[in-house]
């Protein structure tokens, strides 16, 4: 297995006056049930998935019969990057309470929510943030719920509590690689390896589960959810939130660090990609070219020129330059 | 002249959990005052200086007699990228008052505050941000000044206008290169495009330059307020105020899209470097390096590490990583 800067391509471009200013390198693969159809830049590059495996660290919740009945928008929520707004927060907050449990219950950390009228109120009334707006407490929240099934000690973000052991036994077997380590994620929970071919592999087993089995039913369950629910999986304005409402049945996922991945349920395919200097910018535009060339996504549509393609203006409107693909590069 | 994607070499890394996460490339040059003392990468990559050319920017409004008798405060905030903070705003508003203009002379667009309490002072007494919280403001108050002595009309950031005439010969002259060209920067202004080894090479010469001509006193003048006014040149927590505080005469000064320049007058060294992502961490990583390799910065010191050293923590103070320099660099 390589790293992340072992056979990088580029990927993005920003440029400026007619001239390049800055380049994303990267690595992105696309793979149907038996294996990558497409890949720019080296398949066996090792990547922390980050927030875009939570579909996959969901996976015990459903598995195990502790989420049987759980409704859609809870299990987006338990698959969400959410930004803290007010919605987001009650939603976390009632899942909770209906279990008995409540904010203090959580391990993922407190953060200033990046939904911004939720920001505000926080700031105008003296309010602070609490660990409902942290962007993974839907995740922790899943991971509670697990654990009240499994009845595990309270430090479920613990590598070698029960929780999560289910749930590296899931990221191996769904990525199809055993993974060669773990780092601590920004919610304290370990956020395990893996090739950003097996990343892809994963998700093209999600996008071609059938409801035949436990794991394949809790696949489509998820997937659903989160294609149904756009504003639970991050909020407004947020290129996952916009880009699911103009797809159809198509569910995405961004992870920390420019790590981006898809779902293709009636194309069969899934995608991961990862830009290997973090840059987020760069992330949202890749993901845009290739849902566009599966023909999952308009490139015209405002939401998809947003992130590639539009002329970038500056704050008196004078445009200065644009983000473009990479030669090669889709 | 190359771009800036050909002849990079990684400079900064991000580790997480004992591996490769991110990795950022670039090129980084120090020139003395006959050329080019070491480089990383290719000095002849044509890059965007942005803001990190703004005492080169500034220099026709010294060498004009404009600002024969202006403060050293003015001048560091006519090089700055400031925050925005109540302080900027006043000193920005007095400097307009003082030449009988306003906030409404100037032609940089409004963006929020990178100020926290300023920012929520607006978001809470439902003031809006104005021309004077630009990050730019007092680059073009100095603009603004030239231009009062040159009797040019009312659009100085236009590329014809004798304002910026006079600024593309200065950075012609400094950079020892023809321009290829310009882009328009985030406040509407020209940004002339140069060499890596250019900016560098115009660093040195501010670094290297006497009191024993106009242009000499410009650079003695402008180098010497930014190194005596941090504070005036970015604002609490940026790496610029907090890094020349801790330096003896070292001026330093940050660009969008990961730009970074160091005049070390006392070596007689210029220093400029580009990430090639633009990502502003590894920028920030990459000055601190090469200012530590100089002698001019303890690596030790806590502003130092807060940028290159430092364990990485999370929302709950678990430790994650860290940045480190890619092997070959520094």
Same sequence: chains 1, 2.
Avoid at 146 to 162: I, K, T
Wanted: glycine share 12%.
């Amino acid at each position: 297995m390589g790293d992340v800067a072992t056979g990088s391509v580029p990927l993005v471009e920003l440029w400026r006056g007619g001239r390049l200013e800055s380049v994303h390198r990267g690595h992105a693969v696309i793979c149907d049930s038996r294996g990558v159809v497409e890949a720019w830049g080296d398949p066996a590059a090792v990547i922390y998935p980050r927030s875009s495996c939570k579909m996959i660290q969901a996976l015990p919740l459903l598995e195990s019969g502790a989420a049987a009945t759980l409704d859609p928008r809870r299990l987006a929520l338990a698959c969400a990057s959410h930004q803290g707004s007010a919605m987001h927060v009650a939603a976390v907050r009632d899942w909770l309470a209906d279990m008995g449990l409540s904010e203090a219950d959580l391990r993922c950390g407190t953060h200033e929510p990046g939904d911004i009228p939720e920001r505000n109120r926080l700031i105008c009334s003296g309010d602070s943030a609490c660990q409902l707006h942290n962007n993974c407490s839907g995740k922790h929240t899943g991971f509670l719920m697990l654990n009240q099934h499994l009845r595990g000690g309270s430090e479920y973000v613990e590598a070698d509590h029960p929780v999560q052991k289910a749930v590296k036994a899931a990221f191996e077997d769904v990525t199809g690689e055993a993974s060669p380590g773990y780092g601590i994620d920004g919610c304290s929970a370990p956020n395990f390896a893996t090739s950003i071919g097996g990343l892809a592999r994963g998700m093209a087993r999600f996008a071609n589960a059938q409801e035949t089995d436990a794991r394949g039913r809790a696949m489509v369950r998820l997937r659903s959810a989160m294609a149904a629910h756009p504003d639970m999986v991050a909020g407004e304005s947020r290129a996952c939130t916009e880009l699911m409402r103009v797809m159809d049945g198509v569910a995405i996922k961004t992870g920390a660090e420019a790590v981006f991945v898809a779902i293709l349920p009636t194309r069969g395919l899934g995608v991961a990609l990862k830009i290997a200097d973090g840059g987020t910018r760069a992330a949202e535009a890749a993901i845009v070219a290739i849902l566009a060339r599966l023909g999952a996504l308009d490139p015209a549509h405002p939401m998809a020129r947003k992130r590639l393609g539009a002329p970038q203006a500056n704050w008196r409107g004078k445009v200065w330059g644009e983000l473009r693909l990479a030669q090669g590069f889709c």
